[in-house]
């Protein structure tokens, strides 16, 4: 896809960080733009944005793991402006605190973690694919997963994120089968200075989690602040559209675990272990991590 003016991107996730980078790079390329997410004041507060500068946008609340919302996500799209070009299926949360071992891990945070981040992406598939398919122009789908997908240990957000890759695999061969006009791609970041590490803040209720904590430390926080800027992850996504690419690793720094991640599943040996401490070295060493 290498046209975008006057088509329509769809952004989930849209308000804050990841999302709302890539919904700014979709109206400097003239885009209609439909902002998605859960906080009503974030989602607000992105809206006015783009309207003071006089970009047609649209709001709506939603919650990526209820089939209905994104149902009526793309019904309200669909009126305000016809065809729908672009999907961003970016939503994404993680559970407070260091994961423990999975088998005490409670089964709202897998209900909660597993629902927005691989069902809030099939969600999304399901519901604009068709739309998308019929109307015959081009147009592209694109999922957020993470590096984490191939790092264990990282609880429910690592298994969603894996996934959310294979997820995205299928979609891609599906598409290339029917020859849609429909490209896809999977964004594997690193760590990025966004907010999701305060993702606690939009877990509902009834699935609240006494056995976490309410926030991921602090040393967390700091190692994301520090990481790739949303704006520039936005702008290799935007190449990787244009280019027709389907993996998206925005982080170079991090090209050596992929490597020792499939090395090790040739040897038939057991997962690479992630070391966090080794790694942020790298950072020093001013290698993009």
Known sequence: ?????????????????????????????????????????????????????QINVLGVQIDAKNKKSLENLF????????????????????????????????????????????????????IFTPHMIEHGEEGHIVNTASIAAFIPGAGPYGVSKSGVVMLSETLALDLKKINAKIGASVICPGWVNTKISDAERNRPKELDSPSNPDRIGLGMNKILEAGKTPEKLAEQVFKAIEGDSFYIFPHQGWDYLLREHTEAMLRREGPYIFNTMAHLATRAEGKDV
């Not at 999907?87 to 909660?112: C, H, R, T, Y």
Request: some cysteine; overall charge neutral.
């Open 1 to 53: 896809m290498k046209n975008f003016e006057d088509k329509t991107s769809v952004i989930t996730g849209g308000a804050s960080g990841i999302g709302f980078a890539l919904a700014k790079l979709c109206s400097e390329k003239k885009m209609n733009v439909v902002l998605a997410d859960i906080e009503k004041e974030a989602l607000k507060t992105s809206v006015k944005y783009f309207e003071e500068r």
């Open 75 to 126: 019904k309200e799209t669909k009126e305000r402006f016809g065809k729908i070009h672009l999907l961003f299926n970016n939503a994404g949360v993680v559970n407070g605190g260091s994961p423990p071992p999975i088998w005490e891990l409670p089964k709202q945070d897998w209900d909660w973690v597993m629902g927005v981040n691989l069902m809030g992406v099939l969600n999304g598939i399901q």
